[in-house]
């Protein structure tokens, strides 16, 4: 079986040799920022697999790809790129991989979380610009983190939370339990929560999931924090609620369009911490998800 790493950017091209093994399938790299959808049957032609780090594979152009059987996806939002079950019909499986960067996604969660709090970011801006804005904080020891969904990441997110002092509250849309946490109904978490952070998975059922009735529902003057998918949030009606100041800051990582558009209306509110979807970007992180991803592609081979 042969394999084509699709999107490699300079740094995980670099990762990509790095823990690449002799005993690994041939996979060729094939190093480019973006890819036009136009193009994919050409590149994929003659490949069983491809590794797909952040390209959208549309079903209309994959289905001219006759040898093509496998889609290892570099993450786990892997509908945000691609429908799995329309090239599952086609004879296409898509294999996604989890918690690869559960710690660093964590991390990035808290850290916004913290320039939100304490204004950070909007300091910077002034700072820069030659002001001294001193922007009064929130002190987060003692207040109340809820997470919305609860795996790898979100119980990555608790540990740290609890560490610092916060209480923390939970809500799953199936039954679990984690030590520290308390897992409540959703519109408790809502009412009860300083802080509330997404980590839900994107699919149809959650696609929108924070509407404007659900953000209507959050404690006035809460920070909510989002490192899953943009999607999960219904962006009209966040910047509504920040313009109202219902909601206090949104700190996120996430979008429902990649890169954030010039002039978008969330790069020109003062409540707002933007990062470029990075929350996963750590060496650490990108060597354990392309190491996995060789041992899928390994698996594949061997039948």
């Known amino acids: 079986m042969r394999g084509l790493f699709l999107d490699a950017d300079d740094t995980l091209a670099a990762v990509f040799q790095r823990v690449t093994t002799e005993s690994d399938p041939p996979i060729t790299l094939h190093r480019a920022a973006r890819i036009v959808p136009e193009d994919l049957p050409g590149l994929l032609a003659g490949y069983d697999f491809v590794l797909d780090d952040h390209s959208a594979l549309p079903t209309a152009q994959l289905a001219q790809c006759k040898t093509l059987r496998h889609v290892i996806f570099l993450g786990t939002g892997a509908r945000s790129y691609m429908n799995p079950d329309e090239l599952a019909a086609l004879g296409i499986t898509v294999h996604t991989i989890k918690g690869y960067g559960d710690t660093a996604v964590a991390e990035h969660s808290i850290a916004l979380m913290w320039a939100a709090a304490r204004g950070i970011a909007a300091m910077d801006r002034g700072v820069r610009e030659g002001a001294w804005p001193r922007i009064p904080g929130v002190q987060l020891t003692g207040k109340t983190l809820g997470l919305i969904g609860f795996g790898g990441i979100a119980a990555e997110v608790a540990r740290i939370a609890a560490g610092s002092g916060m209480r923390v509250l939970a809500w ?22 300083h802080v509330v952070s997404l980590h839900l998975l994107l699919n149809d059922e959650t696609r929108g999931f924070l509407d404007a009735a659900r953000l209507a529902r959050l404690r006035p003057g809460a920070i909510l924090v989002n490192t899953a998918r943009g999607a999960l949030i219904d962006e009209t009606a966040l910047i509504a609620a920040l313009e109202r100041g219902d909601i206090a800051h949104a700190a996120l990582d996430v979008f429902t369009t990649e890169p954030l558009p010039p002039g978008h209306p969330l790069t020109l ?35």
């Open 172 to 193: 799953n849309r199936s039954p679990k339990t984690a030590p520290g946490v308390r897992f409540v109904a959703l519109d408790e978490l809502l009412a009860e929560s």
């Open 269 to 303: 509110l003062p409540n707002v911490t933007l990062s470029a979807h990075s929350g996963f970007l750590t060496p650490e992180a990108n060597e354990t998800l392309l190491r996995r991803a060789l041992e899928i592609a390994r698996a594949l081979c061997k039948g």
